[in-house]
């Protein structure tokens, strides 16, 4: 294995580059993408609509390349697409948008000035600059505005350094930052103790509720039981109640359940469960208008943590039993909305390929598709009688959409400033049998410029997950948008919605339970051998890779196939063993596998990529952020070092002070190049 790049790495890469730029030269021939784009991509998210729905408040996400870090800022467009307006100027830290009932204000996250903290920043739309509604010594989660807008429930983490509410930071507290606070023991009493970019979890930090007063400033404490986390709070209709999710660990109890809660909108009031479902994937909560119903989401139960597709539930807010609403699809529930009058909700469901908004009729349960084209919807929005989305399909990035009954309007163009400037590769779906004669599908991306007939290297690039799909869309953050910059490097790229996948239904997903590496890698290599049989692909110039479960599923390909050239390998791990304890996961593990001293030999089995390494002849790049508590980086060094010690080309790439996914835009940039040197210096494109 190779240590660094050879100056034979660099010369490809850089001929790639030159290559690149004298094609985009011809007169009005768009260019194809580099990794030097990623400065170009703007990224659209968290619509809001306004309540008289005559505003779509949103997060428009840039790079900056000289401060090297991802900014965002508030934007707003009128319903007719007519006005685009920027609320705020770009900056690190700005999330979540909201309007207040009454239309006056728009909020959102941010830390002004000097403060350590997200504070609730409020513009008037009566015009004026920002101002920071809290002084909170402590992390704000979510928020929620009161029907009335008097006031704001939030959700923010109680340190007990110093009480939570509106006290200005003092001297001797400044005094006490610049000299740096001596680091305090981390007690851990909890089954789920780290979790990703947030760290070990200690005791003594439960999230609580507090009321803030929109006129004051002024912060009580709702909730205070002890060794509760009390999150996502949303106020009834009528503004006296509101409901929660409480756990008694972040995120889930030991069982993986969560609490559904309601309490009196009232410091003191007591809180009282709705119900207790399973729910490892998204959660949210809302009321219908009329105040009787509180709707969840909830999943099936914890053995199938890894391949659970989220169903909407109801439950009456007075006590009773919960009903399932999307009983009869046997797809994902993605988000939703209850339509003004109650009668219906508007969702999003995860379906091969696509997330598409329906209507779902609580009288009758009858459900319609409201958009039939392939398409992914990411996110809804619902006020004043208009539904917008964040969309984005093969061609276009994610944009804010109207929703009207089943037409489509964009009202924002954000993606062109890339998409403007490039050419795409084709994308269509690819549809083949496993050796077993199961249906599997995926996503192929020829290079710009395809020949037909044409034999093209080809890399198997491999969605992570693994409940997840690839689907049809060319934002910036999907995995098809990725396949797209490995396209424009001159490959056919395919993606692979393997077993374990999501939007196949239920069955499908569960397939690989207790069984990792095994059908997926069938599934996977059928793909590559459709590629071949086809026509598409050259079978001596193959390359594969991915991130997280799709690192992993590249490790246990490469030691169950031989023909690969190259592999790149991201976030990823082969020695299973290894992870139990030391990785975010352990609800899985306990309840799929059992603990290793109860299964060594499934465990044994399951690593076998690291136990068997001696399988392995494929050049492989291993990468990873060395804070990564999802998976940490140990499985990629266990990875290098095995091939090192075998004498198979291969090199480690650690990006310091990096998660499980990269936030520094340079190292983003870096991966993008050194995958596509990588490749390149096995598959020789230029062939």
């Known amino acids: 294995m190779t240590s660094r790049f050879g100056r034979s790495s660099a010369v490809l890469l850089l001929a790639a580059m030159l290559t690149a730029q004298a094609w985009a030269a011809g007169a009005g021939v768009p260019r194809r993408l580099t990794a030097d784009d990623f400065y170009l991509m703007q990224s659209v998210s968290d619509p809001q609509l306004a309540p008289d729905g005559q505003w779509v408040a949103y997060l428009l996400t840039t790079h900056d390349r000289e401060a090297d870090e991802a900014r965002s800022a508030v934007w707003m467009v009128s319903w007719d697409g007519a006005q685009h307006v920027p609320l705020t100027a770009p900056s690190a830290g700005i999330s979540a948008p ?20 997200n504070q609730i920043m409020l513009l008037d739309r009566r015009g004026g600059e920002a101002r920071a509604l809290t002084r909170v010594n402590d992390d ?46 981390i007690v851990i009493d909890a089954m789920h103790f780290k979790e990703d970019i947030v760290g070990y979890l ?17 912060v009580s404490a709702l909730t205070n039981a002890a060794g509760s986390n009390d999150t996502m ?61 509180v709707a969840f989401m909830q999943g099936l139960e914890p053995k199938y943590y890894g391949y659970m597709q989220d169903q909407l539930v109801v439950v009456p807010a007075g006590g009773g039993a919960p009903r399932v609403l999307s009983a009869q699809l046997d797809r994902a529930v993605m988000s939703y909305e209850f339509a003004a009058d109650g009668k219906s909700i508007v969702l999003l469901v995860e379906d091969d390929g696509s997330t598409y908004p329906a209507r779902l009729d609580l009288g009758s349960g009858g459900m319609t598709r409201l958009v039939a084209r392939p398409i992914t919807v990411a996110a809804l929005t619902a006020a004043g009688g208009h539904v917008a989305m964040v969309a984005s399909d093969d ?25 403007g400037k490039v050419q795409l590769g084709a994308a269509e779906d690819f549809r083949f049998k496993s050796r077993d004669g199961t249906e599997v599908h995926g996503m192929l991306v020829k290079p710009p410029g395809y020949v037909a007939g044409k034999k093209y290297p080809a890399i198997l690039w491999i969605h992570g997950g693994p409940n997840g799909q690839d689907d049809h869309s060319a934002d910036f953050d999907s995995y098809q948008f990725r396949r797209q910059l490995l396209a424009a490097g001159g490959y056919v790229v395919l993606g692979v919605n393997y077993r374990g996948s999501s939007g196949r239904g239920f069955a499908y997903g569960k397939a690989i339970w207790a069984d990792w590496g095994h059908l997926e890698v069938e599934d996977l290599l059928a793909g590559v051998d459709a590629l071949v ?18 690192g992993i599923l590249t490790d246990y390909t490469i030691a169950s196939d031989g023909r690969f050239k190259a592999a790149c390998s991201g976030a990823g791990s082969a020695n299973q063993i290894s992870m139990y304890g030391v ?37 492989t790049l291993f990468m990873g952020g060395d804070r990564d508590f999802n998976v940490p980086i ?15 080309p291969t090199q480690l790439v650690v990006y310091p002070d990096q998660f499980h996914e990269l936030t520094r835009p340079s190292f983003m940039k870096d991966r993008l190049e050194r995958q596509a040197a990588w490749f390149a210096q096995y598959l020789h494109p230029e062939k």
């Not at 200690?202 to 002024?218: F, I, K, P, Q, T």
């Not at 660990?249 to 969560?258: A, I, Q, S």
């Not at 990629?636 to 198979?648: K, S």
Request: hydrophobic letters at 35%.
């Open 98 to 117: 909201r309007w207040s009932p009454d239309g006056r204000y728009l909020s959102y996250l941010s830390k002004p000035g000097d403060s350590d903290h």
């Open 140 to 185: 704000i989660g979510s928020y929620e505005w009161s029907p009335d807008s008097r006031r704001i429930v939030l959700s923010m983490e109680a340190s007990g350094d110093e009480p939570a509410g509106g006290k200005a930071e003092g001297e001797a507290d400044k005094r006490a930052g610049a000299a740096g606070k001596r680091p305090r023991p």
């Open 202 to 218: 200690g005791s003594g930090h439960e999230a609580r509720l507090y009321l803030l007063d929109v006129a004051s400033g002024a």
């Open 233 to 293: 709070p949303v106020w009834s209709p009528e503004g006296e109640r509101i409901a929660f999710v409480r756990t008694s660990e972040k995120d889930w109890n030991p069982d993986g359940t969560m609490a559904i809660a309601l309490i009196d909108a009232r410091p003191g009031a007591p809180a009282r469960e709705l119900a207790r479902p399973y729910a490892p994937n998204t959660q949210r909560l809302a009321w219908s208008p009329d105040g009787t119903l």
């Open 395 to 419: 061609a276009s990035a994610a944009e804010v959409y109207a929703l009207e009954g089943s037409r489509e309007r964009r009202l924002t163009t954000h993606g062109e400033a890339l998409l």
């Open 533 to 550: 049989a086809r026509g598409l692909a050259d079978p001596q110039r193959l390359g594969i890779g991915g991130w997280s479960y799709g």
């Open 583 to 619: 990785d975010q996961y352990i609800l899985q593990y306990n309840s799929e596998i059992g603990p290793p001293w109860r299964n060594q030999a499934l465990w044994l089995k399951l690593s076998y990529p690291f136990f068997h390494a001696d399988r392995i002849h494929t050049p």
């Open 634 to 648: 140990a499985g990629g060094e266990q990875m290098y070092q095995a091939l090192r010690t075998l004498g198979v």
